[in-house]
């Protein structure tokens, strides 16, 4: 079975540091999805990766899944306390039903220091 | 457009005890996920309904869990009897059509097993 290692597990940052978290996956990634999770609160999404060497940007949050497919990194520049949650990737697995399912990553637990 | 609902969103029993959780998706969603969030992990799913058929319920503790999803709309996730290790967070999840990055997560609901 596919398993996601994220690392680190928790983080504190500075407001206004860069900061970068990691997902490697046990197997090649078809599908990598980013989300975040405030206490309390559900997943909410955040980008899709698809394609080795994709990259994509919102706002300050930018993603990136390498080459070679098993391994996803988000980094936030410039953070600020709205950025503080869990960060989650989730990778696509195609089940025989034919019907997609998410396996997800163990959390990245981020706070931003004022 | 109204997010997924969930109730209740905290909940403490005593081991051997029976718990249910309610969600209401959002209006035609065809696609329902009920996931178990655990202490410092990221989400598992439990059980993925196609309007009111099971698609995937390869992780539900079958001797204690079940689901079910009446007229394809709300859905009733029950635990009898709960044990410790079921404490975690409940959340549930709807898409229109089974497509995963569509995904729209409710609050969860917050189960503690004394």
């Known amino acids: 079975s596919q398993e996601l290692e994220q690392s680190p597990q928790s983080l504190i940052v500075q407001e206004g540091k860069n900061l970068t978290i990691n997902c490697t996956s046990s197997k090649t990634l078809y599908g990598l999805y980013w989300y975040k999770q405030k206490y309390g609160e559900g997943l909410i999404f955040l980008m899709m990766l698809q394609k080795g060497g994709e990259e994509k940007s919102h706002e300050k949050i930018t993603a990136k899944l390498d080459e070679k497919k098993q391994q996803s990194s988000l980094h936030i520049t410039a953070s600020q306390p709205s950025h503080a949650g869990i960060y989650l990737c989730?990778?696509?697995?195609?089940?025989?039903?034919?019907?997609?399912?998410?396996?997800f990553g163990t959390g990245t637990r981020l706070l931003v220091s004022p | 457009e109204a997010g997924v609902a969930q109730s209740p969103r905290y909940k403490i029993i005593e081991k051997r005890q029976s718990v249910a959780f309610w969600c209401n998706p959002i209006s035609g969603h065809a696609t329902l996920y009920w996931y178990q969030q655990i202490l410092g992990q990221g989400p598992k799913l439990l059980i993925q309904?196609?309007?009111?058929?099971?698609?995937?319920d390869s992780q539900l503790p079958k001797d204690r869990f079940s689901a079910e999803r009446l007229k394809g709309v709300d859905s009733t996730l029950k635990i009898q009897p709960a044990k410790l290790e079921d404490s975690a967070v409940y959340l549930c999840a709807s898409s229109l059509d089974g497509v995963i990055y569509e995904q729209y997560f409710g609050p969860g609901t917050r189960l503690t097993v004394t």
């Open positions: 989730g990778a696509d697995i195609h089940t025989n039903t034919g019907f997609q399912k998410l396996v």
């Open positions: 309904f196609q309007n009111n058929g099971v698609v995937d």
